[in-house]
């Protein structure tokens, strides 16, 4: 049976909207993308989701339990799961945070950093190889709870994909630009509404099925 790692944030963990900083929720197994996904490539596929609020791409977020980076996390579900077939990768929402004043290039470094692991000799030996899928996230919005974290994230969110679709091809993996089919939600400004999980699942599908 082929096998499916979804590796990303709160928005392949499945969390909604948020409206404040405090409470814990997340979608039904029937909503989240990752599920989405593995329910249109049908009864063959496994999945395996790898989503954890708040994770980076390459930062130690201080105000986190600094635990956030995404580069020994990858490192780590490579190591527990598999062998895999195809890998998806959505991060660089969190990178933007103003604390961490990463310029659009420094953002697309961190991803690189994630396929160079996912795509070097000693993953995909592990694995006996697999493919990967990039992901850019769509841009966020400066509104809601959460929009003091996301400041000056906008415009930086507007030049990713670009950088991320050159960093695919630069690597041999494939591309989705997650902004070309969903948006974030008005409420928070960075999470998705369920009808986006629906569409994005449905999108991520496609893509995959189309690399075996």
């Known amino acids: 049976m082929p096998v499916l790692m979804t590796f990303g944030d709160s928005n392949t963990h499945g969390s909604p909207p948020m409206t404040d900083r405090v409470s814990y929720h997340r979608f039904g197994p029937d909503i989240r993308w990752p599920r989405r996904a593995l329910a249109a490539l049908g009864p063959e596929w496994e999945l395996v989701e790898e989503g954890l609020p708040g994770r980076t791409a390459q930062f130690?977020?201080?105000?986190?339990?600094?635990?956030?980076?995404?580069?020994?996390?990858?490192?780590?579900?490579?190591?527990?799961?598999?062998?895999?077939?195809?890998?998806?990768?959505?991060?660089?929402?969190?990178?933007?945070?103003?604390?961490?004043?990463?310029?659009?290039e420094a953002v697309m470094g961190g991803i690189a950093g994630l396929l160079d692991l996912a795509l070097g000799v000693e993953m995909q030996t592990r694995h006996g190889g697999f493919r990967v899928l990039l992901i850019c996230p769509p841009p966020v919005l400066e509104t809601g709870v959460l929009a003091p974290d996301f400041w000056g994230a906008r415009a930086k969110s507007l030049a990713l994909p670009p950088?991320?679709?050159?960093?695919?091809?630069?690597?041999?993996?494939?591309?989705?630009?997650?902004g070309e089919v969903i948006a974030v939600s008005s409420v928070d400004g960075v999470h998705f509404e369920a009808e986006a999980h629906a569409v994005l699942g449905a999108a991520v599908a496609e893509r995959v099925a189309a690399l075996m």
């Open 163 to 178: 950088l991320y679709r050159a960093l695919a091809t630069s690597r041999g993996a494939a591309f989705l630009d997650a």
């Open 60 to 104: 130690d977020d201080p105000c986190m339990d600094g635990l956030m980076n995404g580069h020994p996390a990858l490192r780590q579900a490579l190591q527990s799961h598999g062998p895999l077939d195809v890998l998806t990768i959505m991060l660089g929402t969190n990178d933007m945070k103003t604390r961490f004043g990463a310029s659009p």
